[in-house]
């Protein structure tokens, strides 16, 4: 996956210098496009924002001066590099005042230009990348998780940390913390998304068929072995394999697992050519991985080869504030599926969820609202709906999403996530305003050029 090249018009109406600035900048990595005129330039700049504008003051049609202000009032989240003969006090105060980052006095030679043009891109960098901060820290999803707690968006930040990488992710949780859907997740903010992800459950195959499983097997390699089979391995060339429960596998397939990610290479069972495949390994177990060194039952050389990327996934127990979130997302799915009329859970409930353990974490909780939507049919999920041992609980306020004082019903029902809140404020500000969104911002209290990174967020 190639890195986005920074937009970079260039407003200039003099063709030798033009080529002379094309010139200058021909090793740098950006793209430079080039308007001669002032409406070219805001063509140019409404098509496509840029994250740098070079803008000569001195053009045919309007001034360099004007197009400064047309940006400055849009509040549009672009650097401007102003170029002008005039170094005179007022105009250098007055294109700084209208949010030029710089000035170029003419004539200036390549390395003058290239710095600043450098150091632009620096500070736009950074202030996408703290605008992506901000963005990335209240994700509520995040490809099959749901959950905005701190401990899950820590998850979330990893996941996107490793997924460029090839480098082997080893991920620890109890079970039904949602191992599988991290590796797919990993996976799909890869590069190999648009290949195979194979996923193999260690505990679930038999020990004599395992290696098969994972490397393929030839005709008559043993008994029932009728045709050549490929196994998870060449499915996954070019893709992910997901080993789960990896625990749970034969010491001596361990041995074999461990040849193959160092070499690349294996053989299918009854077979003598080596094959080799390009593959991301990522693994799982609910058991304590070290102890089962210590153990004698995981090879310690293994372990150390997998475990490059730990990901420790939180119990939902230690997801307080997910519990409802993720409660809720299951509920309005089933309640699609088996076309009843729940909407949310009223509010003795909601606090019987948050204080409920859930050993077995989020698979849990899943199958109790499945079990709710299947048996059931109401507005509200009330406690008389609930499976046991649930139903048999009394409501504290030791986990409660509602303090000591009860709210009404009605405002546990109101409450919505903080982001689609956001949103809906800033789309229904920029309405009222009919689509002015410097007029938006200024009522909403925030900079535009936060509106405008959100909304290409959105986008």
């Not at 672009?78 to 002008?84: A, F, G, K, L, Q």
């Not at 736009?124 to 992506?132: G, H, P």
């Not at 409920?356 to 048996?375: H, S």
Request: proline content about 4%; glycine content about 6%.
């Amino acid at each position: 996956m190639s890195a986005r090249l920074p937009q970079v018009p260039l407003v200039e109406d003099s063709s030798s210098l033009a080529m002379m600035y094309q010139q200058y900048l021909r090793n740098e990595k950006l793209h430079l496009s080039l308007a001669r005129t002032g409406e070219q330039a805001k063509t140019i700049i409404r098509e496509n924002l840029p994250d740098l504008v070079l803008l000569d003051l001195g053009l045919p049609d309007v001034s360099g001066q004007s197009i400064l202000e047309w940006i400055h009032a849009e509040a549009l989240p672009c650097h401007v590099i102003v170029i002008t003969a005039d170094n005179t006090v007022d105009t250098v105060v007055e294109v700084m005042r209208l949010g030029a980052v710089d000035f170029l006095e003419k004539p200036f030679d390549a390395a003058r230009l290239i710095t600043t043009v450098n150091n632009a891109l620096k500070q736009s960098n950074l202030e996408a990348y703290v605008d992506n901060l901000k963005n990335t820290f209240d994700r509520q999803r995040y490809h099959g998780f749901v959950g905005s707690s701190l401990s899950m968006q820590a998850v979330y930040r990893i996941i996107d940390s490793v997924a460029a990488s090839k480098a082997t992710v080893f991920i620890t949780g109890e079970s039904g913390t949602g191992k599988e859907v991290c590796a797919d997740a990993i996976h799909k903010q890869s590069p190999r998304a648009n290949k195979a992800f194979i996923a193999i459950n260690c505990a679930a195959i038999p020990r004599e068929l395992m290696e098969s499983e994972i490397f393929g097997h030839t005709k008559g390699a043993f008994t029932g072995a009728n045709n050549d089979r490929k196994g998870a391995a060449s499915q996954a060339d070019g893709g992910t394999l997901f080993l789960d429960e990896i625990a749970e596998m034969d010491m001596d397939l361990q041995s074999k697992l461990l040849r193959f990610i160092q070499t690349g290479g294996f053989k299918k069972v009854g077979g003598n050519i080596e094959e080799s495949v390009d593959i991301r390994i990522i693994c799982a177990t609910n058991k304590d991985p070290l102890a089962e060194v210590k153990a004698g039952r995981f090879r310690e050389d293994l372990y150390y080869r997998l475990h490059v990327i730990p990901i420790d996934l939180p119990p939902l127990r230690e997801r307080e504030s997910d519990i409802l979130e993720i409660a809720r997302y299951f509920l309005h799915k089933f309640a699609r599926a088996e076309n009843k009329r729940f909407t949310d859970f009223d509010n003795e409930t909601s606090a019987i969820l948050c204080d409920y353990a859930w050993p077995g974490n989020v698979r849990q909780l899943q199958n109790t609202i499945m079990n709710i939507a299947v048996l059931h049919d109401d507005e509200l999920v009330h406690k008389d709906h609930l499976p046991a041992p649930l139903n048999r609980l009394q409501a504290t306020s030791g986990r409660a999403e509602t303090s000591s004082i009860a709210a009404p019903a009605a405002t546990i029902a109101s409450i919505r996530p903080l982001a689609l809140v956001e949103r809906e404020a800033i789309e229904q500000a920029i309405a009222l305003c009919d689509g002015n969104i410097p007029r938006a911002a200024a009522l909403l209290e925030v900079s535009p050029s936060t509106i405008y990174r959100k909304k290409t967020t959105w986008n």
